[in-house]
């Protein structure tokens, strides 16, 4: 029962999101809340969070979120610059940097990933990554088709 109540949430959601994209006059802020919002209902259930386990995981997640935020928004600065303008040691070193961010990244998921093994089991956390992955997919997927439709 309480599967059917996650996932009536997340269509809930889902459709609220779908109307996200499609009004102009909404912040990007609320948009992406919306997002999160349909992102955590669709983990919850694709994972099969107990109540318990979603009290202590969502807090370590956006933690874990927040912080992966921060290091990509720190190699991105400056990303969009014209490669040709870039001299031979300024691409060495930016080069240099997505390794060591890379680094930094899988150091950061293998820190969680221990840090969620305390509240979720082996398979949940698998079921996290893939989860995550689809969630991606269908998000892109529905954006093509709000895109083709207008």
Known sequence: MKR?????????????TDTAFAQDNQSAQEKRER????KIAFLTDRME???EQAQKFWPLYNEYESKRRELLKAY???YRQNV??????EAKARIETMFTTREKELALEQE???????????KQLIKLYR???????????????NRASR
Do not use: H, P, W
């Not at 059917?4 to 609220?16: D, M, S």
């Not at 997002?35 to 349909?38: D, G, H, T």
């Open 35 to 38: 997002v999160e919002a349909a």
């Open 49 to 51: 969070l107990t109540s």
């Open 76 to 78: 991105r600065s400056g």
């Open 4 to 16: 059917y109540i996650l996932l009536l949430v997340f269509c809930a959601l889902l459709f609220a």
């Open 112 to 122: 969680y990933a221990a840090r969620y093994m305390r509240v979720i089991s082996n």
């Open 131 to 145: 989860g995550e992955r689809d969630f991606t997919k269908m998000l892109l997927k529905r954006l093509d088709n």
């Open 84 to 89: 040709d303008e870039l001299t031979e040691q």
